[in-house]
């Protein structure tokens, strides 16, 4: 494989890859987010309709 | 369609009154154009070739930002004492609603843009004469671009949080096929080159955006301000 | 419960598919695909540039459809999926953006240029984040779900008439064209190796959707509940 410009060809395909799992990171985050949250909401909900 | 003109003029009549009235947004944007204008002609040489260049982009990107100052109070002067709730409650229909604000935009604009061309020739030598029906032309059709995005999005951004971030956010974008055409057409006109081959493709892309999105607004403008 | 696990293992199903077919590529892309002349090893970044225009455009396209099929059925399911697609979809077009700017250094030695292609894509890149953006500045979902529907029709046509625009302009001023095109056509390899990789970020891509619409739901289920609980 011709091997000129592969520094290039490196930082281009870290590119492509950073940018995607920096968004999986970030759907992680909120997904975790949301469940503590629906949670939190359920609990209230149970609450209110105790007593 | 008596109706809606008669609707659309007397809004029209209505903003314009009340905006010479109090002339807020007249001083506030004529002060602010012409001191980038100014500003810009202590940077370049007036003179020099590469203002003939850039002539063009520097008119529009002026008229862009003191556009934005307009025609976000295009709909936010209507929420004080409820009167825009008022105004979708009264006959008069969402569209004719906002197409009298765009042409009471327009105007505004037109009146600050033509000053504004003036003192660009004033201050940077530029050859008005040669091309000024034209130029005048198509200084019209990109404030109505800009004119039908702006007061469109002012619809839509009235009851929002962060209303004066949300629109330039949302129209710059939106506008950048109209400001390119508007821009490369300014150049050329200002350099004295008359509307040729090679840039009649822009006036008919500017004319295309208008119509296109002046029938798009019409259409979506009710569902922005009622649902 | 038994459709949401039907879901899950669709999810991780095509996740894994996804995963050994890009694996697989990148042992077709570094060691079959034949050099090129001129670029050296950076043209080889075509097969995920091309791939996330592609993925990143129709994604725009589709949330456009739902964004319409949502204004005219008020059913907020379709509001949901088209936010998730826009969302990857930007992604997507993030990808081809920055890949397409470091490629162009090599070959034009110039970060960016302003052919029909790269600007469309970064004005639609531009307004579809500003629709994210306006749907985080809006609370109440049928508002939300109906300015962010109009936002992203305004934006679509937008797109296809700088597309057009300067497609026509270039017609007059040819500019150079970040393609692998040897008289027209594309050597049948490579061209059959970029249709793999986009299946696998087809697939890919699905999964995210998928992943980000199962958020969606749990939000809306969120404010229903809190909802319910605010009404005792």
């Known amino acids: 494989m011709d091997l000129r410009n592969s520094q290039f060809l490196f930082i281009g395909f870290t590119a492509a890859w950073v940018i995607p799992m920096v ?4 759907l992680n985050l909120r997904d975790r987010k949301l469940r503590r949250e629906l949670d939190r909401v359920k609990r209230m909900v149970e609450q209110s309709t105790k007593p | 369609m008596p109706g809606f003109l008669r609707a659309a003029l ?7 009154r009340s905006e010479l009235r109090t002339k807020e947004v007249l001083n506030a944007s004529l002060a602010f154009s012409v001191t980038i204008l100014l500003l810009f002609s202590f940077a370049f040489d007036p003179s020099s070739e590469e203002l003939q260049q850039i002539g063009g982009g520097l008119l529009w990107m002026v008229f862009a930002f003191a556009g934005a100052l307009t025609l976000n109070r295009s709909f936010a002067r209507e929420t004080q004492n409820d009167c825009l709730d008022a105004l979708i409650a009264s006959p008069a229909s969402s569209s004719a609603l906002y197409f009298g604000k765009a042409l009471a935009n327009f105007a505004l604009l037109m009146a600050i843009e033509v000053f504004c061309l003036l003192v660009f020739g004033l201050f940077y030598n530029a050859r008005l004469a040669a091309q000024f029906g034209t130029i005048i032309l198509v200084i019209a059709l990109g404030t109505w671009a800009l004119t039908v995005i702006g007061t469109m999005f002012s619809a839509l951004t009235v009851n929002l949080r962060l209303r004066e971030l949300m629109l330039p956010t949302l129209v710059y974008p939106l506008m950048i096929p109209a400001l390119m055409a508007a821009m490369t057409l300014t150049t050329d006109l200002l350099a004295g080159t008359p509307i040729n081959n090679e840039n009649r493709i822009w006036l008919r892309v500017l004319l295309a955006f208008d119509v296109i999105f002046t029938a798009l607004a019409t259409f979506f403008v009710d569902t922005v301000l009622v649902g | 419960m038994s459709e949401s696990t039907v879901r899950d293992k669709v999810l991780f199903g095509l996740a894994g598919f996804a995963a050994i077919l890009l694996t697989w590529n990148l042992h077709t892309i570094f060691l079959v695909m034949p050099d090129e002349l001129n670029q050296g090893a950076i043209w080889r970044i075509f097969f995920f540039h091309v791939p996330a225009a592609l993925l990143g455009l129709t994604g725009f396209g589709l949330g456009m459809i739902f964004s319409l099929t949502y204004l005219f059925t008020n059913n907020l399911r379709y509001d949901a999926i088209a936010e998730s697609i826009i969302e990857v979809a930007l992604v997507f077009a993030a990808v081809n953006l920055v890949t397409g700017s470091i490629w162009a250094r090599i070959i034009w030695g110039i970060w960016w240029a302003w052919d029909a292609r790269l600007t469309s894509m970064l004005v639609c890149w531009l307004i579809f984040a500003g629709y994210l953006m306006l749907r985080r500045a809006i609370d109440e979902p049928t508002q939300r779900a109906r300015l962010s529907a109009v936002v992203s029709i305004f934006g679509a046509v937008d797109v296809v008439i700088v597309w057009k625009s300067i497609e026509w302009w270039r017609t007059q001023h040819p500019a150079p064209v970040l393609s692998i095109r040897n008289g027209g056509g594309m050597d049948p390899g ?25 958020q969606a739901r749990i939000s809306q289920e969120i404010d229903s509940l809190r909802r319910l609980a605010h009404s005792y």
């Open chain 2, 10 to 16: 007397a809004i029209a009549a209505k903003d314009l």
């Open chain 3, 190 to 214: 490579m061209e059959s190796t970029m249709y793999w990789n986009l299946l696998a970020l087809f697939c890919f891509a699905v999964v995210l959707v998928m992943v980000r619409m199962r």
């Open chain 1, 23 to 26: 968004y999986l990171i970030l």
